[in-house]
């Protein structure tokens, strides 16, 4: 069984996915930080030096050659994973793995994600807060058809972590 989890950037794909894995007493993977070891790069730099669709590419193939080939892993994802080529479909159609959508609220994730954009190469252009706020209430809109999708959701909003991760053992029960 593998438990992967879905969301927005700062959504808490990342902080969550590593506690719910000790937990479980499984294996964590961050995609993210599996796609850097592999390439021996930062997104920030793949982003830069290869464009957005070369990591897409990247991402899907990783995410594929994950879930073929490990067991008992919390996968976080990055936020744009579900939303590109097939990604939604093979991460429905693995049986074997049940996936999670961490939905945060726009205010929460701007709150978040105003001190972390250089770290996120699709915000790090943006200005002003307010700014910030309209691009996520746009990228939220467009992307949650295909977070919905997922088999299960958590909001998060006003829970700690534990919170959250207590909710998602239930979840799994
Ligand atoms: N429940 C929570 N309450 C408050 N802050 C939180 C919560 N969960 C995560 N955070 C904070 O939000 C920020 C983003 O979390 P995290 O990196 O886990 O998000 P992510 O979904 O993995 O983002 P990305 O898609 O960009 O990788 C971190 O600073 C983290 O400490
Ligand atoms: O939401 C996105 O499209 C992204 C989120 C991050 O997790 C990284 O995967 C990358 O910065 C792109
Ligand atoms: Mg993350």
Do not use: W
Request: glycine letters at 6%; hydrophobic letters at 40%.
């Amino acid at each position: 069984m593998n438990v992967i989890l879905i969301g927005y950037m700062a959504s808490g794909k990342s902080t969550i996915g590593k506690i719910l894995a000790n937990k479980l007493n499984y294996d964590f993977i961050d995609l993210d930080d599996y796609i850097e070891k592999k390439e021996q790069t930062t997104i920030v730099n793949i982003f830069k030096s290869r464009g957005e669709i070369y990591f897409r590419k990247l991402e899907t193939a990783y995410l594929k050659a994950i879930l073929e080939h490990k067991n008992n892993v919390v996968l976080s994802l990055g936020g744009g994973t579900p939303c590109y080529g097939n990604n939604m479909d093979v991460i429905l159609s693995d049986t074997n793995s049940k996936s999670i959508y961490l939905k945060t609220s726009i205010p929460a994730l701007v709150s978040r994600l105003k001190n972390e954009k250089s770290k996120r190469p699709l915000l790090a252009h943006i200005e002003t807060d307010d700014l910030l706020s309209e691009f996520i209430g746009k990228h939220l809109f467009e992307r949650s058809q295909f977070y919905n999708l997922a088999e299960a959701k958590i909001t998060t909003d006003n829970k700690t972590e534990s919170e959250i991760v207590e909710e998602l053992l239930l979840n799994l029960l």
